[in-house]
């Protein structure tokens, strides 16, 4: 599959009204998230986990997955695939379906794909219409200091293989000019690491200043990771981050995709790729992968849906330098998966907390073997209840995408209810 010119999609999202029948699953497939206090489905009290590759183990490089649960029950999964990631021309967004009540997956099938560039890490939602709306990056010149970000939109995905896509188009970003804050941020961070700094740091440290006074640096280069969050007002935040800098911001919407426009940066140097859980309180709370030398995962906060962010902290949960993700449960718990070492990917933990993040009192492992590498998970919630995480699956045979079903039950337990 290759894409054709975007004249072909000749709709724009908020011109594309789903069917009747479409509009019927958005209604009984969505409307969960929203459901009042005391309505969620009742939870499990045993526990309950499954798992399976999502397809067999094999040598080209699968990676980056999201998954959304699709009005009629069925789970849609993408990654990217190909013989590596930036430099690699061949690389392409892949997809696969698990109809609900299935024990197997589909064929691989091709989501988006643009020749002769490698179009990388991927996140999905379905939005307040029952569209789907697939996010990736293109790299343009083999760097991620060169990546767009481009959305494909689907009323017509129910069906299976690929969805048919009714819109296309790249995300483009004008933030302010952050150049000034950021340096001195950056000289802070200098002074208390000074005597941790290698020479090769310090080269990519100047590179960072030069680039920071460029407005083509600073407008280029954001990606997706992990999924959107959509606000009780209808707003949609997109959490897209710079390799360029290490930093984050959010790719925000106020007219259901139409337009987007810049939030003011996550500035840490090392906080990237974010996910974003909402407190009862309105405030938002982003944790992001850290990638510097502080070894824990990085975490800031937003009192004015998502506009401004807090300075960047870093919390107590360790973090080698990876992917995580979380997400809101219906009864108000957060759940987030992350890989909790200090070094390495080979230990994939899921935690819980009742009390909004502030602490996270069960952890349970997906994975924690002495080699493979268990990473980039995607976590949502089903409007059964039960909890999907989808990972990339990396060990000496082969590189799949893993999906686990889960319940909070089974979190509960800890470890040491045994193994999976």
Request: charged share 25%; aromatic share 10%.
């Amino acid at each position: 599959m290759t894409d054709g010119p975007l004249s072909r999609l000749a709709v724009r999202p908020g011109g594309v009204f789903p069917s009747t029948v479409y509009l019927a699953y958005s209604v009984a497939g969505i409307l969960y998230v929203f459901l009042a206090p005391g309505s969620y489905p009742a939870e499990d009290s045993e526990p309950f986990y499954r798992a399976e590759l999502i397809f067999p183990l094999e040598e080209k490089h699968n990676h980056a997955p999201a998954i959304v649960e699709c009005p009629n029950g069925n789970l849609l999964v993408s990654w990217y695939r190909g013989s590596g990631e930036r430099r690699a021309d061949d690389v392409a967004v892949y997809g696969a379906r698990k109809q609900k009540g299935s024990a197997t997956w589909s064929k691989p099938f091709v989501m988006a794909d643009r020749p002769g560039f490698p179009d990388c890490n991927t996140a999905m939602m379905i939005d307040r219409r029952g569209r789907l709306w697939l996010f990736w990056p293109t790299v343009v010149a083999n760097s991620w200091e060169s990546c767009l970000t481009n959305y494909r939109v689907s009323d017509d995905y129910l069906r299976p293989g690929p969805p048919r896509w009714s819109w296309q188009d790249v995300i483009l970003l004008k933030p302010g000019d952050f150049s000034e804050r950021a340096l001195a941020l950056l000289d802070e961070m200098v002074k208390r690491y000074e005597g941790k700094l290698t020479r090769r740091d310090r080269e990519e440290l100047a590179l960072i200043r030069k680039r920071l006074k460029s407005k083509l640096y600073r407008r280029l280069g954001w990606q997706p990771r992990c999924k959107p969050t959509i606000l009780p007002s209808g707003r949609i935040l997109l959490p897209l981050y710079s390799d360029t800098f290490s930093i984050s911001i959010m790719a925000i919407s106020d007219d259901g995709g139409r337009t987007w426009y810049a939030s003011e940066p996550l500035i840490g140097f090392g906080n990237i790729q974010p996910t974003v859980l909402r407190r009862s309180d309105g405030t938002l709370v982003a944790y992001m992968r850290e990638n510097g030398p502080r070894d824990r995962i990085r975490v800031a906060e937003s009192h004015d849906d998502g506009l401004t962010w807090s300075p960047v902290s870093e919390t107590s949960l360790p973090n080698p330098g990876s992917g995580l993700d979380g997400v809101r449960l219906a009864n108000g718990n957060w759940v987030l998966v992350y890989n909790d070492t200090t070094s390495g990917r080979n230990s994939l933990a899921i935690s819980l907390s009742d009390d909004e993040g502030r602490s996270w009192r069960w952890t349970r492992h997906l994975e924690r073997h002495p080699s493979g590498r268990y990473h980039y998970p995607a976590v949502i919630q089903g409007a059964d209840g039960r909890i999907h995480v989808v990972y990339s699956y990396h060990v000496s045979a082969g590189k799949s995408i893993k999906h686990v079903e889960l319940n909070e039950a089974w979190i509960r337990a800890g470890d040491s209810a045994g193994q999976q």
